[in-house]
């Protein structure tokens, strides 16, 4: 009885002697039900904080489960790879198998990561035998068609570009126990670097931190609509979307809901996310070795004569836990110098140009004094491994400074800190300063990028330094754009130069940052790694080898306006840096002789690279390279996906122009024009495929699940940071104090002879 109360009778009649009708008790104080009230209402305080999805964030991390906990997946998926490398270009037919095991209709969505440069312009679905071919669409006619016939029980899938780097997959209306399959086709260019040949394919993601206050906290009319002015079509064309992330749209990231998968452990997923491959490299030259760092291959020679490979994995499928690099080294007399491939599409000539830079002795070169600042990521993604693969890299570049240079470095997560007030010296003492800093850092946190991009880029190098910045992260951010326009405007003279750590780095991102910041990347994609991949990068930071580019085509050409060459703008090149340069030249063959824009094909045979280097005397030499399109090449240059892999380099430019502030609608608009006669896959084009009859009995339930990617290799599970301003926690600490008031007003007479009896004891009492 929390109020004992006492017979009326003896207020009303006081005067008349008290007898009570029971015998009255003195309350007796019991410390110990006392405390146990305390307890159950500290734990409602919790409970009101812990009530919040988003509650793990007061400590900059989330905890990545859906709804349903960590219920086991009803939906598995697998993926195969073919792979077709001819040159420069690999051709991938990708095929995604959803399964359902379930005993119910099933919708399935998956969000899972590609290269940037993926050029993505086939898909397909197959359910038993039947084929049915996907189209390129409108992104919002798109998702339409694909609403229409998943609330008409026919089956249908959709595929959707998130990032140049991330996309979503959709599949409508899988029956129970069921497969279907959906292939896409992309053609994706091949590196090389330091005369090894690169063919890279993101398995999972890094889960991505997303800064900014959420648009459903923003009270104020607008800041919303400013907020989702950006996105506008975006936004429009996914309203109606299931959330399928455990993200939620802010006024930075207003699609944050699309690109943050759900994730889980490897170890939930036995059977699922596998990979499997096929690969068949026609390299034409002999190779000395094919190798993946993280995915043991077989290969064999399949032809001596034209120099074809072929490649499996050795345990013939791997666990989706991190990206594939596949590596291939020519024997040294073979390494190219220059290559010419070329696509003929209708009247219009494609190509992609690739030249070296000359090999010289860095000691031969001009050598300037540096003034370098390190950015380090200690966010929370960078969890496990990447933290310690990034503090060796770290520690590895400072000790190669040389005297004359002078550092900093900055470490971030949901803030920064900079370890000296302003660059010093590489005396012994400040570098023995900045090794223990770094081996005190750990990994927790946001990943708040941007005001310690911008305290790098505003600081003043000394007079007759070269500045030079040096990013080490795993790029996992869900505001890109927003970073690039910020390297953009505030880079200067300097040089942004990225290093990617992880199992799984946001490539689109680092790589784009180095483009912007006129800079070069490496990833580090294991522990082994760091010291080869540092190295590399250390010798470009010290030897910039060509400056002042410019590309020169055959006169009769060069004169026409309507010739298109990306980069537009050529940059430095660094040591073992090829420059790969993919031009349109429109009708080249006219159909009718007559007219006067009718060019030779051999009016291109000169394509010529120009560039200037200082020796270390500071005496500039002109450098010149250049290629011819015949007797270089032959007929073996005439490839399929020259022309889609330039279109794809097109649509990059152009968001890059949007990134810059261009106009979403012009952008747009352009987009379209390029995406859609390539029928490329883009931010504003999707492709589609529909079942013709409905196959869902009207009466059937079905139920949409969103299949999780496995965390990256080495990394932390409950890693993901969050912002604490979009949290909503202040809502939920308040629902918890409360709770702690209520219980205090009910329990008030308790307390209070609980504290009366702690006096007593203490003698503090009057």
């Not at 898909?123 to 016939?149: D, F, S, T």
């Not at 005369?195 to 889960?207: A, M, Q």
């Not at 494609?350 to 966010?379: C, E, W």
């Not at 490839?639 to 122009?657: F, V």
């Amino acid at each position: 009885m929390l109020f004992p109360k006492y017979p009326k009778r003896d207020y009303l009649a006081s005067h008349r002697p008290y007898k009570p009708w029971f015998n009255k008790r003195e309350p007796t104080i019991q410390p110990r039900n006392h405390w146990l009230l305390f307890i159950v209402s500290v734990l409602c305080f919790l409970l009101g904080v812990i009530a919040s999805p988003l509650s793990h964030a007061e400590s900059g991390e989330l905890l990545m489960k859906n709804k349903e906990g960590e219920t086991s997946s009803a939906l598995l998926h697998k993926t195969h790879v073919d792979l077709q490398v001819n040159g420069m270009i690999a051709h991938v037919t990708y095929t995604q198998t959803f399964s359902n095991n379930s005993d119910e209709w099933q919708n399935a969505v998956y969000t899972f990561p590609l290269s940037e440069d993926a050029a993505i312009n086939h898909m397909e679905m197959m359910i038993g035998e039947r084929v049915i071919r996907g189209a390129i669409k409108p992104k919002q006619e798109a998702k339409n068609l694909y609403e229409i016939a998943k609330k008409a029980g026919k089956k249908a899938s959709l595929t959707a570009q998130q990032r140049p780097n991330l996309f979503t997959q959709r599949v409508a209306n899988i029956a129970p126990k069921e497969q279907i399959k959906v292939t896409l086709q992309f053609i994706q260019q091949v590196g090389y670097e330091n005369g090894e040949f690169s063919f890279h394919l993101p398995t999972t993601l890094t889960p991505r931190y997303i800064p900014g206050i959420p648009i459903s906290d923003l009270h104020n009319t607008a800041l919303k609509q400013r907020a989702l002015a950006g996105s506008a079509s975006e936004r429009k064309a996914t309203t109606d979307a299931p959330i399928s992330g455990w993200g939620v749209p802010t006024d930075e990231v207003t699609d944050a809901d699309k690109i943050t998968p759900l994730m889980t452990q490897a170890r939930e997923s036995l059977h699922a996310h596998q990979l499997s491959l096929n690969a068949t490299l026609n390299t034409g030259m002999p190779v000395a070795s094919i190798t993946s760092a993280g995915h043991p291959v077989h290969w064999q020679a399949k032809t001596t004569e034209d120099h074809t490979y072929s490649v499996t994995f050795k345990d013939g499928a791997v666990t989706m836990d991190r990206d594939l690099w596949l590596r291939w080294q020519p024997e040294t007399a073979a390494v190219p110098t220059a290559a010419y491939f070329k696509e003929k599409v209708g009247a219009d000539h494609y190509a992609l140009v690739m030249l070296t830079p000359p090999q010289v002795n860095p000691d031969d070169l001009q050598d300037f004094p540096r003034d370098v600042t390190f950015i380090i990521d200690t966010s929370g993604s960078m969890g496990g491994r990447p933290i310690e693969d990034a503090k060796s890299a770290l520690a590895m570049a400072i000790k190669n400074l040389d005297t004359k240079d002078r550092f900093n470095v900055i470490a971030f997560n949901s803030k920064y800190t900079k370890l000296f007030s302003q660059p010093m010296n590489t005396k012994p003492h400040n570098i023995s300063t900045a090794l223990s800093f770094i081996s005190g850092l750990s990994a927790d946190g946001g990943t708040e990028m941007a005001n310690a991009l911008d305290e790098a880029l505003k600081s003043k190098p000394q007079k007759n330094h070269i500045k030079q910045i040096v990013f080490i992260t795993d790029g996992a951010i869900g505001n890109e754009t927003a970073l690039f326009a910020l390297i953009k405007a505030k880079l200067g003279e300097a040089r942004l130069f990225t290093v990617g750590i992880g199992s799984a780095p946001n490539s689109y991102f680092m790589t784009r940052a180095a483009k912007f910041g006129r800079g070069s990347y490496v990833f580090i994609d294991s522990s082994n790694s760091i010291q080869k991949e540092m190295q590399r990068l250390l010798t470009k930071l010290e030897t910039p080898v060509l400056s002042n580019l410019t590309l020169a085509l055959p006169e009769n050409i060069e004169k026409r306006g309507d010739i298109e060459i990306y980069p537009k703008r050529l940059p430095d090149l660094y040591a073992g840096e090829p420059l790969l340069i993919n031009i349109k030249i429109p009708n080249l063959y006219p159909s009718t002789t007559e007219s006067t824009d009718k060019v030779s094909p051999a009016a291109l045979n000169n394509v010529v690279l120009t560039g200037t280097l200082t020796d270390k005397n500071g005496e500039i030499h002109q450098w010149q390279r250049s290629i011819q399109d015949s007797g270089d090449i032959g007929e073996a240059a005439q490839q399929y996906g020259i022309a889609t892999s330039w279109a794809r380099k097109k649509i990059a430019a152009l968001m890059d122009e949007k990134a810059l502030g261009r106009k979403e609608e012009e952008v747009k608009n352009d987009i379209l024009q390029v995406a859609i006669p390539h029928k490329l896959l883009s931010d504003y084009t999707s492709f589609v495929a529909v079942e013709e009859a409905s196959s869902k009995p009207q009466n059937a339930a079905s139920s949409s699940q969103a299949i999780k990617n496995i965390l990256p290799h080495g990394m932390q599970l409950r890693t993901v940071s969050y912002p604490q301003t979009s949290t909503g926690k202040n809502l939920y600490l308040a629902i918890g104090a409360l709770a702690i008031v209520l219980l205090l007003m009910l329990n008030a007479k308790h307390l209070f002879f609980f504290v009366l009896s702690t006096l007593k004891g203490t003698g503090i009492h009057g």
